[in-house]
């Protein structure tokens, strides 16, 4: 026994780090194995729909030079004069609803996010640009609490990784994105995994149309993905509640 032990245990030492390695490390080839029960399928393309001109997903850390979007520097507290105001005289008009600023915060308790989110557009390479250690909003798409589709995307292994834990959200559980002090509770729906690494063109239009406008009040949340590997790119609908 000792002498086939010595004859033949090394093999077995490489051959159970090589099963333990394939199950720690994600397969670079794809996330087969994690695909979610709840899948989604692509949205349908409008007839109208100009897809060369619509923005690309966002691009992975692992494969281009890193393009973010800046945060924003703090202002300084400037003195506001006090200016005199007319007294307004009665009127039978509605009143008007006041203006909101765009979507600041995102909070989502499954995962213990709660993050800043800054406005971001598209690179010139087609491609959406994201944040740095904050969530960006596509200044393309709808704003919080509107008819439309909120496009989100954050990092999920640079810059913050704030969408590091995107990946653990359940169908059922809460999103909520905040305009100033004014929150809007979006409630997940679905979630599905596209590849983007060595896709073809017309495929990364194919999954760039999750970031398209849509009929409905929704919010579509992006990030690479597997983790540290971001040949994919993982993606969650969630539907705005009244």
Same mark, same amino acid.
């Given at each position: 026994?000792?002498?086939?032990?010595?004859?033949?245990?090394?093999?077995?030492?490489?051959?159970?780090?090589?099963?333990?390695?394939?199950?720690?490390?994600?397969?670079?080839?794809?996330?087969?194995?994690?695909?979610?029960?709840?899948r989604?399928?692509?949205?349908?393309?409008?007839?109208?729909?100009?897809?060369?001109?619509?923005?690309?997903?966002?691009s992975?850390?692992? $494969?281009?030079?890193?393009?973010?979007?800046?945060?924003?520097?703090?202002?300084?507290?400037?003195?506001?004069?006090? =200016?005199? $105001?007319?007294?307004?005289?009665?009127?039978?008009?509605?009143?008007?609803?006041p203006?909101?600023?765009?979507?600041g915060?995102? =909070?989502?308790?499954?995962?213990?996010?709660?993050?800043?989110?800054?406005d971001?557009?598209?690179?010139?390479?087609?491609?959406?640009? $994201?944040?740095?250690?904050?969530?960006?909003?596509?200044?393309?798409?709808?704003?919080?609490?509107?008819?439309?589709?909120?496009? =989100?995307?954050?990092?999920?292994?640079?810059?913050?990784?704030?969408?590091?834990?995107?990946?653990?959200?359940?169908?059922?559980?809460?999103?909520?994105?905040?305009?100033?002090?004014m929150?809007?509770?979006?409630?997940?729906?679905?979630?599905? =995994?596209?590849?983007?690494?060595?896709?073809?063109?017309?495929?990364?239009?194919?999954?760039?149309?999750?970031?398209?406008p849509?009929?409905?009040?929704?919010?579509?949340?992006?990030?690479?993905?597997?983790?540290?590997?971001?040949?994919?790119?993982?993606?969650?609908?969630?539907?705005?509640?009244?």
């Amino acid at each position: 026994m000792s002498h086939w032990l010595r004859q033949y245990g090394g093999y077995l030492l490489i051959a159970a780090g090589w099963m333990l390695f394939s199950v720690i490390i994600p397969s670079a080839a794809g996330p087969a194995d994690a695909i979610p029960r709840d899948r989604i399928t692509a949205p349908a393309l409008g007839a109208a729909a100009n897809v060369s001109a619509a923005p690309l997903l966002i691009s992975s850390p692992r $494969t281009a030079s890193l393009s973010v979007a800046p945060a924003q520097p703090p202002q300084p507290p400037y003195p506001v004069p006090e =200016i005199a $105001t007319a007294v307004p005289l009665p009127t039978d008009e509605a009143p008007v609803a006041p203006v909101l600023p765009p979507a600041g915060r995102i =909070i989502i308790p499954r995962i213990g996010l709660d993050t800043r989110i800054i406005d971001v557009g598209v690179l010139p390479n087609g491609e959406m640009e $994201t944040a740095a250690y904050a969530a960006g909003r596509l200044n393309l798409s709808a704003d919080a609490g509107e008819m439309g589709n909120v496009v =989100i995307a954050g990092h999920n292994d640079v810059l913050g990784e704030v969408f590091r834990r995107l990946p653990e959200l359940q169908t059922g559980d809460d999103v909520m994105l905040y305009r100033g002090d004014m929150p809007f509770r979006y409630r997940v729906e679905g979630r599905t =995994i596209v590849r983007e690494q060595g896709a073809t063109e017309a495929q990364r239009r194919e999954n760039a149309r999750w970031m398209d406008p849509t009929d409905e009040a929704v919010t579509t949340l992006i990030s690479c993905y597997p983790y540290r590997v971001d040949t994919h790119r993982y993606i969650v609908r969630a539907r705005l509640l009244d």
